[in-house]
């Protein structure tokens, strides 16, 4: 029997090997209790291109201090912080990889506000 933690690192490896298979850059999201990280990778794996997060000093005094970066308003701020990196590093197009975590909540207000922000995916 898997444990929960091991169900979802079984489903971000399947969405990654077809991620590889597109040959395209891909978003990666991460997420803890405290904080929500997102990471644009290159298409063969090898470099980061831009990366942001709610541990950052910066977006953190913005969203009010510490404990304040697990909730969807900081999820939206990283992923317009994220979109804004990705474009300036030359990339339009991504895949998103949400590393076996649901589509809901914080996963989907970054997604959502990296696609207004003007990331293709």
């Given at each position: ?17 077809r991620?590889?298979q ?11 209790n405290?904080h ?24 953190r ?37 949400r ?14 506000a990296?696609?207004e922000?003007g990331?293709?995916?």
């Amino acid at each position: 029997m898997l444990t929960k933690k091991e169900q979802r690192l079984r489903r971000a490896r399947q969405t990654r090997i077809r991620i590889a298979q597109q040959g395209v850059a891909r978003l990666t999201v991460n997420r803890t209790n405290l904080h929500i990280y997102a990471t644009v990778i290159s298409d063969d794996g090898s470099k980061v291109l831009a990366s942001a997060s709610t541990a950052q000093p910066d977006l953190r005094q913005s969203l009010g201090g510490h404990g304040k970066g697990g909730n969807a308003a900081a999820a939206q701020a990283v992923g317009k912080l994220i979109a804004e990196k990705a474009k300036a590093a030359g990339v339009e197009k991504v895949a998103f990889d949400r590393s076996g975590f649901a589509y809901h909540g914080r996963v989907k207000a970054l997604a959502d506000a990296a696609r207004e922000a003007g990331l293709q995916f």
